[in-house]
């Protein structure tokens, strides 16, 4: 059976449009993107004709897990939209209130949810679809190298219509592109390189992978190298070329040599992982801040293990959970630090997809949605698609420090395995 012609070209046009969540917007009270209207009309196209028992009955293992863990998120949802805790949540600003807030990503992650199983519907059909999405990455990615020559040579750049008045910058250089932070965009690039790469779009890839130092991301430059190192596995580790290995060797130790002599290493490295948590200071402040969100997220999980304490909730106990002062033994000699880790007016986030889980869907959630993560590696792994592997790995590991996963791009790229895997007949009626 045939997709339609007009379906398809809206699928095409998402994938193009996927970078643009800071530009080519629109706002009402939120940047409303082109990718998530296209989206929420092919929802709306099969949502209402779909067979039910037919949807159930035909759902691999990894649409279950992922079914129990939307499912678990509509309880959690709704459970804590009812509970009263025991202590006073903290004020912060909202859109809506607190259960308007929750509803919103509650309804968010339904998108997310949607979007894969609609993306591996059409990428299963033709995978050649993809093209859009490089297409796209392209374009933003050579968009990104533009704004960030320009403001590190302080030259005044063109932003894009509904790009905020000051874009994310890193010592006065912008490094998000077309998304709201250089996290977001660094993992786009990442993932976009695995599909050009898959399409045998070679010099696009490289180029992608080359345009997350636009970034300035650390997590990113990371994961982009763990994909390099996987990607090109089968060239670095060939015996022809271990004589190159070992003649390169000795230039790499040098390097290293001198740059620990630096004093960027010495600030921004040595110190920053060698000052005990306990004591702060200007050079570990990100790292005891880490340390801070990461256990109360947590604990979080530990006292709230069935249900969590909600979508988006965790900044509402983040007060509660607060123990920077027990924990830090200089903090009061800082009223910079204390009112930073007070966060006043300000919502609070773990930075950790694996901890956002565990805090505000429980531990049920957590071993559901690692479960399909694990379920995706080992499918990507069994294509034996380097490319696609190799996202895989660079996106897991960018979760440590990621600060949402209600990304639509990340949902799409969680079908890509997938839908290569079989033939995939879609259980969408057209």
């Known amino acids: 059976m045939r997709i339609n012609v007009k379906t398809s070209l809206f699928f095409s046009l998402f994938l193009f449009f996927l970078p643009f969540t800071q530009a080519l917007t629109l706002n009402i ?16 196209l099969y949502l209402n004709k779909i067979k039910a ?15 129990g863990f939307m499912f678990l998120a509509i309880l959690s949802f709704i459970i804590n939209s009812f509970w009263d805790y025991t202590y006073n949540l903290k004020e912060i600003p909202f859109r809506i209130n607190a259960i308007g807030d929750s509803f919103l990503r509650l309804f968010y992650i339904f998108i997310c949810y949607s979007t894969y199983f609609i993306s591996k519907k059409f990428i299963s059909r033709n995978p050649e679809v993809l093209k859009y999405w490089v297409q796209g990455a392209v374009i933003v990615a050579l968009y990104s190298w533009y704004l960030f020559i320009s403001s590190a040579l302080e ?58 130092f636009t970034t300035l991301s650390s997590i990113s430059i990371i994961s982009s190298l763990f994909f390099v190192i996987i990607y090109y596995r089968t060239v670095i580790f060939k015996k022809n070329n271990f004589k190159y290995f070992i003649g390169v060797l000795p230039f790499i130790f040098i390097g290293m040599y001198f740059f620990v002599q630096t ?62 002062e027990d924990e830090v033994e200089n903090l009061k000699s800082s009223e910079f630090a204390i009112s930073y880790f007070a966060r006043k007016n300000t919502r ?10 565990w805090s505000e869907y429980g531990i049920i959630g957590f071993l559901l949605y690692c479960s399909f993560l694990l379920i995706l590696i080992y499918k990507s792994y069994k294509l034996r698609k380097s490319s696609i592997f190799a996202g895989v790995v660079a996106l897991l590991i960018s979760f440590c420090a990621f600060p949402s996963f209600i990304m639509v791009f990340i949902w799409s790229y969680f079908a890509i395995p997938f839908a290569l895997d079989s033939n995939y007949d879609s259980i969408l009626n057209k």
């Open 53 to 67: 028992y037919v949807f159930i009955s035909k759902l691999p293992i990894s649409n279950v897990v992922l079914s």
């Open 155 to 212: 030259i005044p750049y063109l932003k894009l219509p509904g790009m905020l008045d000051s874009p994310q910058t890193l010592y006065g250089i912008v490094r998000s592109g077309t998304f709201l932070e250089g996290n977001f965009f660094g993992l786009y690039l990442i993932l976009s390189s695995a599909v050009a790469f898959f399409l045998d779009k070679n010099k696009s890839g490289k180029f992608l992978l080359l345009s997350v």
């Open 348 to 357: 609070a986030i773990p930075n950790n997809i694996y901890l956002e889980v």
């Open 29 to 44: 009270g939120f940047a409303l993107k082109i990718s998530e209207v296209i989206i929420l009309f092919l929802i709306f």
């Open 263 to 324: 004093s960027f290493y010495q600030d921004y490295v040595y110190k920053k992982i060698a000052t005990p948590s306990t004591t702060l200071t200007t050079y570990n402040l990100s790292k005891v801040d880490r340390l801070l969100t990461s256990r109360i997220a947590f604990k979080l999980g530990i006292d709230n293990p069935i249900v969590g304490v909600g979508p988006y909730n965790y900044s509402l106990h983040y007060d509660e959970y607060n123990d920077i």
